[in-house]
């Protein structure tokens, strides 16, 4: 009782705090607004991210100012929306330790792994996510993801502790398994890498409009170069594509085990790999002259979108096997 | 990195290739025309149309109810939708899965896989003997470059320094004149083709599966036993390949089934347990072995495997005919129709007589008076248990032999038995409890409730076939994914005053990785560092 209380307050502050360091991530893409100075030479930033070779150099290093700009006033822009940024990623720390201490307590609560129904998913799927996010902004400086992410943490578990909650219950038998642990942690994973690819796509759209256009201002101008976006995004669906092919063998092996096949085309089967189809595509498509680029980013962002239609739209909408929600 | 005449590059070369040509189309004979469609079927663009067909069309299966996994909602949704259902069944909407639409994509994308990957084995298979490729005549043309002076004349010992670098970060390396090539990264297309070929192993096992296969299902009352002949199936689904010779002679005793329901305030009434005790015999003859059946925990008896799927209740009845002869003795399956096991059954008394006896209705394991709403079960354990029938009569049949579903009642040449008001008379009976039938046509009496089991006894003999092609799959996903092909190539050149002059080469052949350049300027600095060395050496 004691734990679960403690759970579900930790996660309800972690709203809260995920959601003030969305604020301090939009006041860092209002305030490079300011910054007037248009990125002129996108080549010359090519080579330099390539050279960096890790996410974008120094933020004091870019953008270039342009010419007949006055250093100072850039320079106080920059410093503000460094500012701005650095209270969005320590914001988001605080949040991430909050719902990490959520789940854990959960799990003590429950006495199992906190993964069982919809809201207990939810909340462990948004540990890893942004695990994987304060990663890579810790080694290869990914803050620029800050302001979609957070949305995405917010919503998240706003979803979770609102819509999707149930107390604290044991298992049904179905899911008494190792490959609860297997199958469930992979799907976590896999779904986290997918999220933060696909929040990338849609940055590397926005980016890749304005680098076309000519026209990288605003905040668009601390983004890294498309093409740096989409070898980032390349990476975590390379990452995360093994993996769900994993989570769809695993979870195959376990119906057969539980349900006695291998593959019944529940609604929820049929969604994962309806799921894994559309990133197969991207990983093609991103190799196929006249795909690349543009295109490949919309498949990744349809990917996601599957995933969570298979997360959501089939726990809610579709009666099936995988039904227990518990909502 | 391979590259085909029919499919552009593969999952990872950066560089666009030419699609099929298309020049020779005028004068297209049969053959052209027919290489021509396979050069289109196994390209990469059609392999992409034809994944995001697969997509498109494994959603309506999703969405629209399938008859092989629920028949009932079909005729439901027949019946609601009295236009759509019937053009939804034309076009194959309840068995999508099945349908020739959908096979026709997944065999066409086999197809093209096979297409693409045959002649990229061959072409695998030349580059994997082959040599690095020579050192082209503009280094810093290539996308990394370094170069730094050397202060020493001796190019062959510098040489022989970069090929050990190179070989040490295990590039395949030839020297050749004045530089050294170098390569790495092979098993990268390895694991692409590993990979495709798994994929067609996964459908091979899966079609093994449905043809030699079969699936089926037993209603096992406890106390009772199944033997594994296909007189005892209640459903039961085989390949074409299958013989029932193939069925192995074992047979299950149930001894015992527990189940325990969540009585706590969260998810009341949800499982929590469902363990069966059975006793096995593996054949005629072994000796018997007691085992516990649960939901995760299958039985496997010389291949063939045994789950326990579901449960429900069998009240226990006696049914007395006028005579006051014992007509009907033991349990009744009722079938379950909700989620707290409201179950439907039919009692057929067929040797009572005069006349023979039927009852028909409903058991609930926990009745709740509900006012004057439809009598229904309030919680999936046997806690109230409560037996609704009601009952009819009829001249005895003749024995025909015909098969009769004993979960329905054929009314037919049946009155049902009335109360003097002229109301079908209704029994409601609880364990112990015993009821007369009006004009002394006789009674029923539940003694008891004991419950049933379905057991789910099946092979599907490609599983191995899948399950170890998905390894490899998946392993082979890694190395295509993971692996980054790379050539480097470093040439010495002589300079001025004794001096040479290194230059390093780098080219990635997959765009996924970073640290090229880095690379490139470190095997550079290295050069250059080695021979700083040697230049301190007084000569």
Known sequence: ?327 | MTQTPTRDAGLDSPEPSPGPVRDDLPQLGLRGGLRFLWAQLSSMRTALVLLFALALAAIPGSLVPQRKISPVRVSDFIAAHPTLGPIYDKIGMFHVYTSPWFSAIYLLLFVSLIGCIIPRVGVYARAVRARPPRTPRHLSRLPAYASAEVGTADPDALLARAAGLLRARRYRVRVEGTSVAAERGYLREAGNLVFHISLIFVLLGAGIGALWGFRGTSVVIVGQGFSNNLTQYDDFAAGAEFTDSGLQPFSVTVRDFQVKFETGPVQRGAARLFRADVTVTDRPGATPRDVALEVNKPLKINGTTVHLIGHGYAPVVTVKDAQGDIAFSGPVVFLPQDGNFTSAGVIKAPDARPDRLAFEGIFLPTAVQTGTAAPSSAFPDALNPTLLLTAWSGPPKVETGAPENVYSLNTAGLTQLKTSAGAPFRIALQPGATVDLPDGQGSIQMSGVTRWVKLQVGDAPGIPISLGAIGFAVFGLCLSLFIRPRRVWIRVLPAEGGHSLVEVGGLDRADARGGLTEDVAELAAELSGTAGTEQEDPR
């Open chain 1, 1 to 327: 009782m004691r734990f679960e209380y403690y759970s579900s307050l930790s996660l309800v502050l972690s709203v809260v705090v995920y959601a003030l360091a969305m604020f301090a991530h939009a006041a860092e893409w209002a305030a490079a607004r300011r910054d007037t100075s248009l990125e002129t030479e996108p080549e010359r930033q090519l080579v330099g991210a390539r050279a960096g070779g890790s996410g974008r150099p120094s933020p004091g290093s870019t953008p270039a100012p342009a010419a007949g700009e006055s250093p100072e006033g850039s320079g106080a822009v920059r410093q503000r929306v460094e500012q701005f940024g650095r209270v969005g990623v320590a914001l988001t720390l605080v949040g991430f330790l909050l719902s990490v201490v959520g789940v854990v307590c959960r799990g003590l609560a429950a006495g199992r792994a906190p993964w069982g129904n919809m809201f207990e998913f939810t909340t462990s799927a948004m540990v890893f996510i942004v695990a994987a996010y304060l990663l890579m902004v810790w080694k290869a400086n990914l803050r620029w993801l800050g302001l979609p992410l957070t949305l995405l943490a917010a919503v998240g578990n706003g979803l979770a502790v609102t819509v999707f909650y149930v107390a604290v219950a044991p298992l049904v038998p179905a899911l008494h398994s190792v490959w609860f642990l297997i199958h469930i942690v992979a799907a976590a994973v896999a779904g986290a890498a997918f999220n933060v690819g696909g929040l990338m796509s849609v940055l590397y759209l926005l980016r890749k409009r304005a680098e076309d256009r000519g026209q990288v201002r605003g905040y668009l101008a601390w983004l890294p170069t498309a093409r740096r976006i989409d070898l980032l995004t390349y990476r975590f669906h390379a990452f995360a594509f093994p993996l769900w092919t994993f989570t769809v063998a695993a979870g195959a092996v376990w119906a057969e085990y539980a349900w006695g096949r291998y593959w019944g085309w529940d609604p929820k089967e049929t969604w994962a790999l309806v799921t894994w189809v559309i990133y197969a595509c991207y990983l093609h498509a991103r190799s196929t002259a006249g795909w690349r680029g543009s295109k490949a980013a919309v498949v990744a962002i349809i990917g996601l979108a599957s995933f969570w239609f298979n997360f959501v739209g089939i726990n809610l909408l579709v009666s099936g096997l995988h039904s227990y929600a518990g909502v």
